[in-house]
Every structure is written in structure tokens, then in C-alpha cells.
């Protein structure tokens, strides 16, 4: 994310088969780490090789931040240093996180000065993070810059298991600031050897041999720098029974790994061993550095910790965590070694007490340290199991209050239903006009009469399933439904303009979509009627406990009266409605004066169908997303549209517009 940014990674998390989240005690399989890289190659467009050398560097500064830094910077004064303590680290590590499988690094320095890197590991695919780690850690810690070139790559033959074995060609150059140090140390040293030849040729007369050195060198008086060189005794002046209760878990075994020594307590352990001709593979294998158990790939791999493990059933627990030591002179390797163990229990398990340590074994200490951060990470990894259960929670939840909301807002109008969740009171408002329709099924009560109720919902379900969808098409708002009797208006609770062009599409889409629905009785499609009729409402909120949006007024009544008066498959108009109509592209047909109940003689129409609109549009199935209405236009259709009021050298009127966006579209 610090590379690609958080919205990369939304993008990457909410692919199928990418895991959105993950815990850093949890240890995961490699073929997710795998999915994951290869979708992120993907959506990034770059190569594996690159991705992975990427996320090496990372990786790297990630550890830093982690508070490992200190830790990293102490494993060596130099590159090589670094590498070879590499093993070290992750043994260290591996007492925390016991499941850890790290890989191995071995650096081999060939005849001609060239720089080896041995990478071995269990997880095929993954050594390109190697070159990315390598660099960064050579420019952060030795001030150079390194390059990598795999040299080769195959299944090693002489690791148990046949692990994948990758050789790194490793070049080395020193960045600008290191070189002009080095420049510096260079004409340093050219001063002294002069200043040393000078004063040579000054006593050369009086003195001779050591002496002349002797006093060459007393006489910068500590302008060099003495380099240490080791001294050892003429002999040991250690007794055999001391050295084997000093060092309680050590074992000397020749090249044919019998074994010549050990320690008091790997005797009282493995009495096995001290057998006539016991031999140290009979009763151990190598854990790590996983390598066959000969003298020549120990060797090979000295500078590596070695753990061993007993394959005795009764101590089959019992690990051994140690150093390697060559001696020449008497063709034998010393394991210098104590007990791997991680807790106090696993001490109890293998049947041992600290008494069994030695004094200066650090292993007595780090047990009991490591005994209480065991204890400290599971309640870090419990802390962060419970993070993550809260956070999937907190997404179920989020998902089942969009549900609640949805069906919220399928009750109220949006805004109305915010402001109740808010707590606030929603006042009743007047609408100057609007338009109202109802509708029913005709024939209704006789099929209800003739056939089960499950058969009535199922076709009442069926078709008001249809009319919701059509609300959606025209932006209308849906009132209520009572029985077969299905309420819709337009223009509330949002006022707009082309309210009644809406509801009359909608009453056509309503009498298409009825003739899909088939009547239960008969087979045959089932016809409605339909009332439309526009004029002014009051609109508020009733009740509490199951709150209704309701509209009030005379124009309530005069729809539906315009519904029961009605003829079937038919869409019955009050002359006002008409009035919005006539001239936006709709068949309307008069019927003449009829005698409405309680509003006397009315002069109403037919509404037969829109002129200007294709079915397919009406019913929403349009997928060239035609527009309907002039509200929904967009700023560039707008645009358009004044450019053709002008060529037409007309005045746009409500109809006009529509007309000319229909011949624009055409």
C-alpha cells in the first residue's frame, strides 16, 4: 500500500479468490501467498520476478519498522557477515514462532574472489524476494549497492527432501561517499609507509634487524594500528572430567561419525552412545541445516547452527542446538551444544530441569524469557483473532443494516425515513399538483371465489413484482397497496415537472406487464383498470408503530374514482390530467361525460399510448438507455437540444423538447 496506495489494494482484496485480510501470527499456505502474487502481476502489470523483488525491499523496511531493526544491524560488520548469521536469527525466531519454516543462506567465496549466495528453501518460486532483500540490506547497512544474478537453480541432492537450491552471483561496489573514504584511508596510508621509509633510512646506521623494526615502530609511538593475533597454549590445561562437566552437552565424533567424546549429560541421556562403536547418525538426524548426515556436507555447511534430534523413541523429543568445530589434527568434530527448548513445559517434556544446565549456558535464561513472551504473543494473537472476528462482524452487520435500510426505504420515501432515524418529527407538506394513480384487477372477488388463496398471492405477487420494477423505470413513488388495488403518485415527495408524463408511462407499462400475468382461473392474461387524475394532495407520515407515508384531498378521491369508473385494460384520465397531456406526444382518446359518484358529470378520456416512446423504453428494457424525461438529461444532451431549438428557429416548449430529443435520438 505504501507503494501502490490503498485503492490498489481494494482493487486486489475484492478479487474472487483473494483473501481481503490477514493475521500476522497465522501462519498460511503457500498457495494463497502464490494466488495473491499472481493476481497482483495482474492488476499491476509487471512480472512476477519484479513483484517479488519488490516486495523483498519491502519486506525488508517493513522489519526495520517492526522493531527489528537493531537486531539486523548487530548479525555483522559486513555483507557476508550479515548472510552467514542469517540461520542464526531464524533459529532465534523459530523459539517464538515454532512454525516458522525459514529458508537457508550459505555464502561460498570462489578461488577467483567471486561471491556465492547458496539460497535453499521448502517454498518453490519465492527466490526472487532474495534479490530485493540483498539490496536493501547492502544499501541501508553497508552504504553499497549490490547486483544478483541467478547462476543456478535446481532441486538439491544433497539436502534431505531435495529443496529447491538457487545460486546467487553476488557483485559488491561501494557507494560514492565510501569510495572517496577509502580514496582517503589510501593517501593515509601512502604517508605512513613514507614517513616509515624515512625513518628507517635515519637509523639504518645504528641499528639492524628487529632492533631497527623494534624501533621503528616504538618511535610513531601508536600512529599504527597493532591487528590482534591470537595466543594459544603449548598444551591444555584442562582436565578431561572438568571439560565433560563444564560443556555437560557436547559430542566428538570422527569421520566416520563414531562417536569419541560427550558430555556427562548427553551420557546420562543417551546411554546409547556410549556403546562400543556408536555412531552419532545411529541416534540423531539433522534438522537443520537439512543436509545428508556425512562428514563432508557437515563440513561443507560449518558455519551454520546446526539442531539435532534424537530418533531414540524414549527422548524422540530431545533437540540439540550447537556449533560445529573442525580439528584438523585429530580428524575430529567437536558439536558444541545445549538444548533446544522453547518453554519451561517442553524443559518437562524432554525430562529435564534447569539443574541440567550449564551456568554460563545461556539457555537457562532463555527459556524463561522466552517462557513469558510465548504468553505475551498468544494474548497478542488472541487480541488479534478477536480483532479480526469484530471486523467481520462489523461487515455483517454493515451488510444486514443495508438491508434494513432498503427495506426501510422501501416503505417511506428516503429522506422522510432519515429523518425519523434521526428521531426527528416529519411534518405533513402541502404539494400544489401532483399525479395519482390507482388500479385494480378485474373480476377480482369472482377469482378469489374460484381458486385457492395460495394461487391469489402468488398472482398478485407476481404481478405487483413487475409494477415495483416499473416504479424504478419512471422514478415514481409507490403509496400503497390494499388487496388487488395497487397506489402510485408522481411529483411527490420530490416536486417535478413532467409528474403526470411519468405516471401515464407508467399506467402503460402497467397494462403490458398485466398481460403477462396469467388469471389463475381461466389461463388467460388478467386485465386492471386504471384511474389517473392530477391535482393537489397534503402528504405526511401516520402512525408509529408501522408508519405510513399517506396522501389527502379531494384529488385522492378523484382518482380512484376515475379507477372505479373505469373500463377494463383501460386507463381512465380526469380532464386534468388531460390537460398535462395533450400535447406531450400521447393517444388520448375523449370518452365524453359520464356520472362520476359524489363529483357529478365529468368529462374524462382514454390514455391508448405514447407516440414518441418505444415499448421496450416504457418498460425499462430499452439498452440503449433512452431518456424519458427532461429532468434526467444530461448537461451534454441539454446542449444539444438548444443547438436544434435554434436550427429549428422554434421556442421549446415541455412537448416540443421531447419531440426534438426523440428526432435527435432517431
Request: proline share 3%.
Amino acid at each position: 500500500m505504501d507503494r501502490f496506495g490503498q485503492e490498489t489494494w481494494d482493487k486486489l482484496s475484492s478479487l474472487p479468490g483473494v483473501q481481503d485480510s490477514f493475521m500476522t501470527y497465522m501462519v498460511y499456505d503457500d498457495m494463497v501467498t502464490l494466488s495473491l502474487v499472481q493476481e497482483a502481476c495482474s492488476l499491476l502489470d509487471v512480472s512476477a520476478d519484479v513483484f517479488l523483488k519488490l516486495f523483498g525491499e519491502h519486506f525488508f523496511l517493513f522489519c526495520k519498522q517492526a522493531g527489528y531493526d537493531t537486531m539486523l544491524r548487530t548479525l555483522g560488520g559486513s555483507l557476508i557477515e550479515f548472510i552467514g548469521n542469517l540461520d542464526a536469527l531464524h533459529s532465534y525466531l523459530a523459539l517464538s514462532y515454532q512454525e516458522m519454516n525459514a529458508p537457508s543462506f550459505r555464502v561460498e567465496m570462489t578461488d577467483d574472489g567471486k561471491m556465492l549466495l547458496h539460497y535453499y528453501s521448502d517454498r518453490k518460486g519465492l527466490h526472487h524476494i532474495v534479490p530485493g532483500i540483498m539490496e536493501a540490506v547492502a544499501r541501508e547497512f553497508f552504504d553499497s549497492k549490490v547486483t544478483m544474478m541467478v547462476l543456478n537453480q535446481s532441486e538439491e541432492d544433497e539436502r534431505t527432501g531435495k529443496k529447491e537450491h538457487v545460486v546467487f552471483l553476488v557483485k559488491q561496489t561501494k557507494q560514492a561517499s565510501k569510495a572517496r573514504d577509502q580514496d582517503l584511508s589510501s593517501h593515509r596510508g601512502e604517508g605512513l609507509f613514507t614517513t616509515l621509509r624515512d625513518r628507517c633510512a635515519s637509523l639504518a646506521g645504528t641499528k639492524s634487524g628487529w632492533e631497527l623494526m623494534r624501533a621503528v615502530v616504538l618511535s610513531e609511538k601508536g600512529s599504527l594500528h597493532c591487528t590482534f593475533s591470537p595466543c594459544y597454549p603449548d598444551k591444555l590445561w584442562v582436565e578431561e572430567k572438568t571439560f565433560c562437566n563444564a560443556f555437560p552437552f557436547h559430542i566428538v565424533f570422527d569421520e566416520d561419525l563414531k562417536v569419541k567424546q560427550m558430555g556427562v549429560n548427553i551420557q546420562k541421556i543417551l546411554s546409547g552412545l556410549q556403546a562400543k562403536d556408536a555412531t552419532l547418525d545411529q541416534n540423531f538426524t539433522i534438522i537443520h541445516p537439512q543436509v545428508t548426515f556425512t562428514i563432508e556436507s557437515i563440513r561443507k555447511f560449518i558455519n551454520s547452527q546446526f539442531v539435532l534430534k534424537s530418533c531414540k523413541d524414549k527422548h524422540s523429543k530431545l533437540k540439540l542446538r550447537g556449533q560445529m568445530l573442525w580439528m584438523e589434527s585429530l580428524g575430529c568434530m567437536l558439536y558444541l551444544c545445549s538444548p533446544k527448548l522453547r518453554s519451561l513445559q517442553e524443559l518437562q517434556d524432554v525430562g529435564l530441569h534447569l539443574a541440567d544446565l550449564a551456568q554460563h549456558d545461556v539457555t537457562r535464561d532463555l527459556v524463561l524469557l522466552n517462557h513469558q513472551r510465548l504468553a505475551e504473543l498468544e494474548l497478542t494473537n488472541q487480541l488479534e483473532r478477536k480483532k479480526e472476528e469484530l471486523r467481520i462482524l462489523s461487515q455483517h452487520l454493515e451488510a444486514e443494516k443495508e438491508k434494513t435500510e432498503t427495506l426501510l426505504y422501501a416503505m417511506l420515501p428516503r429522506h422522510i425515513a432519515n429523518q425519523l432515524k434521526d428521531g426527528k418529527s416529519v411534518a405533513a407538506g402541502e404539494f400544489e399538483v401532483c399525479t395519482i394513480l390507482f388500479s385494480d384487477v378485474v373480476t377480482f372477488t369472482s377469482i378469489c371465489a374460484a381458486c385457492e388463496p395460495i394461487h391469489i398471492v402468488h398472482m398478485l405477487n407476481s404481478m405487483y413484482s413487475k409494477f415495483d420494477r416499473l416504479t424504478s423505470v419512471h422514478d415514481i413513488y409507490k403509496v400503497e397497496t390494499i388487496g388487488d388495488a395497487y397506489m402510485v403518485v408522481g411529483g411527490v415527495p420530490v416536486p417535478t415537472e413532467s409528474h403526470a408524463h411519468r405516471v401515464a408511462n407508467f399506467a402503460l407499462g402497467m397494462r403490458i406487464a398485466a398481460r403477462e400475468v396469467p388469471n389463475p382461473v381461466t389461463g388467460k392474461p388478467i386485465q386492471i383498470r386504471v384511474g389517473l387524475h392530477t391535482g393537489p394532495v397534503l402528504a405526511g407520515v401516520v402512525g408509529e408503530k408501522m408508519p405510513r407515508y399517506c396522501l389527502f384531498g379531494d384529488s385522492v378521491n378523484t382518482a380512484s374514482r376515475m379507477e372505479s369508473h373505469g373500463v377494463p385494460d383501460h386507463i381512465h384520465l380526469s380532464t386534468s390530467t388531460y390537460s398535462a397531456l395533450k400535447d406531450a406526444g400521447f393517444s388520448i382518446q375523449e370518452r365524453g361525460q359520464i356520472e362520476v359518484k359524489g363529483k357529478g358529470q365529468m368529462t374524462t378520456y382514454f390514455l391508448m399510448g405514447n407516440l414518441l416512446v418505444s415499448e421496450d423504453s416504457i418498460m425499462g428494457r430499452d439498452d440503449g438507455g433512452t431518456c424519458l424525461y427532461r429532468e434526467d438529461y444530461g448537461q451534454s444532451e441539454k446542449e444539444d437540444l438548444k443547438l436544434w431549438s435554434v436550427k429549428l428557429g422554434s421556442t421549446v416548449t415541455s412537448g416540443g423538447l421531447k419531440n426534438i430529443w426523440q428526432l435527435f435520438k432517431t
